[in-house]
């Protein structure tokens, strides 16, 4: 997907979000090359390029284990299969968080939208700086897509703590 949209952009010019029609046919090569392949015939399919997302993505904030040091920010994992999605699962004690793209600086940021399902792409200091709220400590699954600007942050199946300890009597 990644590659088909940079060609989209970068070789045929087309515009981010709106539809581009390509006319594809499909080759086939048989064993080394000396047999003779197939062509199927052209056939017309629309195609809707993307503007390019991060490939890296960290959380930080006051919820967070690394705090506000946007230099010892969390990394999220991206998605091997859907571009623009990335996964994180942590314990998040009560406080607030925000994702940055770039380890060491606050912009551009990934902060919470409209409601806490969405983000917004700040990428200035004048823009709205709305972060997530977590209010019970617990571990959390956090699974976020850039391209469509949602999340979702939902309680894991997880124990709070890896170790329990008992001391007394």
């Given at each position: 997907?990644?590659?088909?949209?940079?060609?989209?952009?970068?070789?045929?010019?087309?515009?981010?979000?709106?539809?581009?029609?390509?006319?594809?046919?499909?080759?086939?090569?048989?064993?080394?090359g000396?047999?003779?392949g197939?062509?199927?015939?052209?056939?017309?399919?629309?195609?809707?390029?993307?503007?390019?997302?991060?490939?890296?993505?960290?959380?930080?904030?006051?919820?967070?284990?690394?705090?506000?040091?946007?230099?010892?920010?969390?990394?999220?994992?991206?998605?091997?299969?859907?571009?623009?999605?990335?996964?994180?699962t942590?314990?998040l004690?009560?406080?607030?968080?925000k994702?940055i793209?770039t380890?060491?600086?606050?912009?551009?940021?990934?902060?919470?939208?409209?409601?806490?399902?969405?983000?917004?792409?700040?990428?200035?200091?004048?823009?709205?700086?709305?972060?997530?709220?977590?209010?019970?400590?617990?571990?959390?699954n956090?699974?976020?897509?850039?391209?469509s600007?949602?999340?979702?942050?939902?309680?894991?199946?997880?124990?709070?703590?890896?170790?329990?300890?008992?001391v007394?009597?």
């Amino acid at each position: 997907t990644g590659s088909l949209n940079t060609l989209l952009g970068t070789y045929w010019n087309a515009a981010p979000n709106k539809a581009f029609a390509l006319e594809v046919r499909v080759y086939t090569v048989i064993g080394d090359g000396t047999a003779k392949g197939d062509t199927s015939s052209p056939i017309i399919i629309n195609v809707t390029p993307y503007t390019p997302v991060s490939t890296s993505l960290y959380i930080l904030g006051d919820a967070t284990a690394t705090g506000w040091d946007a230099n010892s920010a969390d990394s999220l994992i991206p998605d091997a299969t859907i571009p623009g999605e990335f996964h994180y699962t942590a314990t998040l004690t009560p406080g607030q968080f925000k994702f940055i793209s770039t380890r060491g600086s606050f912009l551009p940021s990934y902060n919470q939208g409209l409601d806490s399902s969405h983000l917004f792409y700040r990428t200035t200091d004048t823009q709205a700086d709305d972060k997530f709220t977590i209010t019970s400590a617990n571990v959390y699954n956090i699974d976020l897509n850039l391209i469509s600007l949602t999340i979702s942050i939902t309680k894991a199946a997880a124990p709070l703590y890896s170790k329990l300890w008992i001391v007394g009597d």
